[in-house]
């Protein structure tokens, strides 16, 4: 899989070096990502020095800022091996845009969250755009793709999580004890969750908005919930 971006990039080979087949890096920005081509050398992966116009192809146009990498294609996690090590969790019910899905993966990153789950069909996975929009947390976060999203959510009650469904008529956020083990449902950006998915959940949860607009992104929101989770474990 081709992977574009200084910051994803970067994460690859922080992360996972032995993945990384090849970096490009544009000629003319050489100098720039030093770090990078550091990086690469020192866990012996191969460094081109190409033109911009030859990333731009590698990259199918994408933003690249001056560096390329191909990378072994993202594996997915096991599900079951992480639903009882882990205590926060994203599920993701039919997002399809891999913007906001990268973003959600940041989001994961940055509030400790140990695991995203997705289901296998109708929801995007971790493609180059998705792992780009990640700015490199697709590296850190592990991702499971789970045939039943419902089964999934009742298999981590067993493990002592509370449910929280993201849903615009749900009770205020202020008003959820969100701590312990905690997996928060977000739905796909046009529709929510799917009702048989919802009504698996043991609470409904709402930011509560005061200006014109009734709604935020789903990636926003789930940055929201998330930084609530966090501020909460702390108190």
Not at 21 to 48: N, P
Not at 139 to 164: C, D, H, M
Request: hydrophobic share 45%; charged share 25%; proline share 3%.
């Amino acid at each position: 899989m081709i992977v574009y971006g200084a910051n994803p990039v970067m994460e690859a080979l922080r992360a996972h070096p032995d993945r990384v087949r090849w970096v490009a890096v544009a000629r003319e920005e050489s100098r720039r990502h030093q770090r990078i081509v550091e990086l690469a050398r020192e866990g012996k992966t191969g460094v081109r020095f190409l033109a911009s116009r030859e990333l731009d192809r590698l990259s199918g146009d994408g933003v690249h800022n001056g560096v390329v990498a191909e990378v072994s294609s993202e594996s997915y996690a096991e599900f079951e091996d992480l639903a009882g090590t882990v205590e926060r969790v994203f599920l993701l019910d039919g997002i399809t845009d891999p913007q906001n899905f990268g973003a959600i993966l940041r989001v994961a990153d940055g509030f400790g969250f140990g695991l995203v789950v997705i289901p296998e069909h109708d929801s995007v996975g971790l493609t180059p755009v998705a792992v780009k929009a990640s700015a490199g947390a697709s590296e850190w976060v592990p991702v499971a793709q789970v045939t039943n999203l419902s089964r999934a959510i009742e298999r981590l009650k067993k493990e002592g999580f509370w449910i929280y469904g993201a849903d615009g008529t749900g009770e205020p956020l202020s008003g959820a004890k969100l701590t312990g083990k905690v997996a928060i449902v977000m739905g796909s950006e046009g529709k929510g969750i799917r009702r048989n998915v919802l009504e698996h959940c043991d609470m409904r949860i709402a930011i509560p908005m005061s200006g014109h607009v009734d709604s935020l992104n789903v990636a926003a929101a789930a940055a929201v919930f998330a930084w609530e989770v966090a501020r909460q474990s702390k108190g």
